[in-house]
């Protein structure tokens, strides 16, 4: 077990609790390292403001302050909250570039987690170390302790049931381990049947099964297969601290173990094998995972040494840490209406904030036959206008399917080249007929993508060409956008496409509003996880029979964690030639 230098450079600032000193007597020098370590830094406070930089990470200090947790609200991505050790909650409203604290009624600031409600955001939880847990039900304007039944105050970890956000497990360190809430914290009974006296460190719930969740302890993994009912040991091969779990969310048998003192750990059956995934990660001490939502074989670690990346499901990894090197990092956060900005906790610089890739997404592509006899393809082209190699993998998310499984392939382009797939999803996807959106995401922000969509010799040029829509374009819930120029009648049809990059279900709201601003005809159209839908004849499919030359559809969803685009084709039935038209 290595020694922390951190220990030495903060050991003036606090007090060791007595606590810590007692553990260390029952468990031996290997506890009392990484916990006096945490306990130190969590005595400073919070300081440096990040902005951010593509393919680098960049802040603007002062240095000092110490960041254990951090939330994003889902609806709201430019609102972020950053627990300090020492230093309470902050708020940004901006995407980090500036702070305030929110600590009103916060009586313990010694923050250790935190954590948002995914159905209601305005709805925060945080455990302390000393003061047990407070929510805040005002985007943390203030804060009210909800610790009846929680029999230990020092709660170093929560996790929230996403199917059912009012069950809530903390845990903890010491007597009591782990307890639970079904009422938004309203009680708490402690639940550590086959659990022993220790610290969790990390807690994680299965988003498919949410009665299996996995606890990160001080003695290695624990699992639950009964709403923390009972628990089972299912590491076989170390005792040492978990500080950090995150299960895939397209294949939630996948998860992934940050430990201590031995890197990070794969299990592709639930927990039951482990396999060790440290190849080119250069220190093992793990404090925090990430997996993109967008693309779960993107992962990304923060450890002792800075913050790395995985590409290929920790096949490999590779350090991310322009401008963040020798920087422990203790927690990450995902963006998820732009995956490629990554959030940093620090020790030592507050909030970094990185804008290290992109994500495009083309709402439509064919290899499909069409009205009147046309057969429709789709020609991708990629151009990299960075100084440097890109690398990035175009996903196919197919018509009316879940795209979270569907097929991917993985591209380099070097610096200024630019490439073509023609007939992509006959090419790329090896698929024989159908129809869907392409997402693009790639290690560089710096790629332009359009798509081109056309019939061959049939009547006219019958081609229309899409551009892809960058992820910090689409639209998110809460926000509307328009699409003009619709027709129907006269000789004219419009058909409307959806594509969707979240990983729910989306509920888009329709609005065929007249060119005097009356509304004609509303309807809601369902878009399945990463996937796209097609309404032909959209005016006729809303309930409109007569005809209207230069209406406009407005469109908006309130589906939490929505971010979808749109675009109308506008079609001449006499020469098929279609006129695309995008949401604005």
């Not at 007692?22 to 006096?36: A, D, E, H, T, V």
């Not at 829509?469 to 509307?480: D, K, R, T």
Request: charged residues 10%; hydrophobic residues 40%; proline residues 4%.
């Amino acid at each position: 077990m290595r020694s922390h230098n951190l220990l030495f450079v903060y050991s003036s600032a606090c007090t060791i609790s007595s606590l810590a000193a007692g553990q260390s007597r029952r468990f031996g020098k290997r506890f009392l390292l990484p916990i006096l370590s945490l306990l130190v830094l969590l005595c400073s406070s919070l300081a440096g403001v990040a902005s951010a930089g593509v393919n680098t990470w960049t802040t603007n200090g002062p240095e000092g302050g110490v960041i254990v947790a951090l939330a994003i609200d889902p609806s709201t991505p430019s609102t972020l909250y950053a627990g300090a050790g020492g230093g309470g909650v902050f708020k940004s409203s901006n995407g980090g570039a500036s702070w305030s604290p929110a600590n009103m009624g916060l009586t313990n600031t010694v923050v250790t987690a935190l954590k948002i409600d995914p159905s209601a955001p305005a709805t925060l939880y945080v455990g302390t170390d000393g003061g047990g847990v407070f929510k805040s039900s005002d985007g943390a304007g203030s804060w009210t302790a909800v610790n009846t039944g929680l029999t230990n105050a020092r709660v170093f970890a929560l996790a929230i049931d996403p199917s059912a956000p009012a069950t809530l497990y903390a845990g903890t360190f010491g007597a009591g381990v782990v307890f639970k809430t079904t009422n938004a914290g309203g009680g708490w009974t402690a639940i550590n049947t086959g659990l022993r006296e220790t610290v969790v460190w990390s807690l994680a719930v299965d988003p498919s099964t949410p009665s299996t969740l996995y606890a990160g302890t001080y003695i290695g993994l624990f699992r639950s297969t009964n709403g923390g009912g009972s628990w089972s040991a299912i590491n076989r091969a170390h005792i040492d601290s978990v500080f950090a779990l995150a299960i895939d969310p397209s294949a939630p048998a996948t998860l992934y173990s940050g430990w201590y003192d031995h890197g990070i750990f794969k299990s592709t059956n639930g927990g039951d094998g482990w396999a060790t995934i440290n190849a080119g990660l250069t220190n093992t001490a793990v404090f925090a995972l990430a997996i993109d939502p967008s693309s779960p074989a993107t992962l990304y670690a923060g450890t002792e040494g800075g913050v790395f990346k995985s590409t290929n499901a920790g096949g490999n990894w590779i350090a991310m840490n322009s401008g963040l090197s020798n920087i422990v990092v203790y927690a990450l956060a995902i963006d998820p209406s732009n995956t490629a900005t990554l959030y940093a906790g620090t020790d030592g610089g507050g909030v970094f904030k990185s804008s290290n890739g992109g994500t495009w997404l083309l709402p439509s592509s064919a290899h499909s036959n069409g009205a009147n006899g046309a057969f429709y393809t789709t020609n991708v082209a990629v151009a990299n206008v960075g100084a440097a190699p890109a690398s990035f993998t175009m996903k196919f998310l197919g018509n009316n399917q879940d795209g979270s499984s569907g097929p991917e392939q993985t591209f380099n382009l070097e610096s200024g080249k630019s490439v073509t797939y023609l007939d992509v999803l006959g090419s790329v996807f090896h698929q024989t007929s159908g129809f869907g959106a392409i997402r693009i995401t790639s290690d560089t922000a710096s790629l332009n993508v359009v798509s081109v969509t056309s019939t061959a010799g049939f009547g006219g040029t019958l081609s229309q060409t899409i551009p892809a829509v960058f992820s910090s374009n689409l639209i998110p819930a809460g926000s509307s956008r328009s699409i003009l120029y619709i027709r129907e009648g006269d000789g004219f049809r419009s058909n409307l496409v959806l594509a969707s990059n979240a990983d729910v279900s989306t509920t888009v709201d329709a609005a065929l509003v007249s060119p005097a601003g009356a509304t004609l005809a509303a309807k809601s159209y369902p878009v399945l996880p990463n996937g796209m839908t097609q309404i032909n004849r959209i005016v006729r499919d809303m309930g409109f029979s007569g005809s209207i030359t230069g209406a406009r559809l407005v469109l908006s969803s309130s589906t939490p964690n929505a971010a979808f685009t749109a675009f109308a084709s506008v079609i001449d039935e006499i020469t098929n030639d279609p006129t695309a038209v995008e949401a604005r």
